[in-house]
């Protein structure tokens, strides 16, 4: 009797041979990437390796110059920003993108549109039906926030401007979460805040991921130990190609990733 082999499963994101020049400049060289589903894969390389870039082209900003992106079995390659976000992909962004008068509440709803009735008539005669989404949407959206930080679920229509960076990270992550993406995309979330901070961050986003069925996340980070901590997998960019990939302990040994990166004794 054969032995049964267990079903490898589907990518939840794969480019192939995927590539983006800016005039002479390569910042992508044919890569070729897959994510399985549920797992936190750790993206690395030194600055200008790619890996904005590479969250860049996936999301529809810059459009690919060859190759292809699949997305939940879908081929997203050509889609604008706004195709691949009601796809199911969010991001969150290295430099703060808040607008800091606001509330926590309506930052994070900025993040929402797609599960928003939107309309004049909606918003003034359906007042019941009005009321009805704001609730439920702020139940949501504090219930995030609460995941993160239970007393800063309790201040959700304070301004952001008197917040520290640590929570305008979380509220920049809720803000991504809130319209249940199936990958999350997190372009160095610690930048800007210190040792404890990160630290308290990375708890954060693995309770986050623990709490949430079907979520997958690619993390751009430069501190070594975040990636060794929180990822079940690397993939090390260089130069726009992909040099090696792996667990963190495989790519830390390669020899092309000192190089490269961590730097040779």
């Not at 796809?87 to 703060?96: E, K, N």
């Not at 993108?97 to 939107?118: A, E, Y």
């Not at 990636?227 to 830390?252: H, M, P, W």
């Amino acid at each position: 009797m054969a032995a049964q082999v267990s079903a490898v499963p589907e990518p939840v994101l794969a480019t192939r041979e995927l590539g983006k020049r800016f005039g002479g400049v390569v910042a992508l060289e044919a890569l070729t990437l897959a994510v399985a589903p549920n797992e936190i894969l750790g993206l690395i390389g030194p600055n200008g390796s790619g890996k904005t870039t590479f969250f860049n082209v996936v999301t529809g900003i810059y459009p690919a110059d060859g190759g292809a992106v699949t997305f939940d079995g879908r081929d997203i390659t050509r889609l604008a920003p706004q195709g691949v976000y009601r796809a199911g992909i969010a991001r969150t962004f290295q430099r703060s993108r808040l607008s800091l008068p606001l509330s926590i509440f309506d930052n994070i709803m900025v993040g929402n549109h797609k599960r928003l009735t939107q309309g004049l008539w909606f918003n003034l005669f359906r007042r019941r039906a009005f009321r009805r989404e704001f609730e439920e949407s702020y139940a949501r959206a504090r219930e995030l926030v609460a995941v993160f930080d239970p007393p800063l679920a309790d201040r959700m229509f304070e301004a952001v401007e008197g917040l520290p960076m640590i929570d305008r990270r979380r509220i920049e992550i809720c803000r991504a979460l809130i319209s249940r993406p199936k990958l999350l995309l997190l372009d160095e979330p610690s930048a800007g805040m210190t040792h404890d901070e990160t630290t308290q961050l990375m708890d954060d986003i693995l309770q986050v991921k623990d709490s949430l069925a079907d979520l997958t996340i690619i993390i751009i980070e430069h501190e070594m130990g975040v990636i060794e901590r929180i990822t079940d997998r690397c993939a090390v960019l260089n130069f726009g190609r992909k040099i090696c990939e792996g667990s963190y302990q495989e790519v830390a040994a390669d020899p092309l990733v000192q190089e490269a990166y961590l730097g040779l004794e």
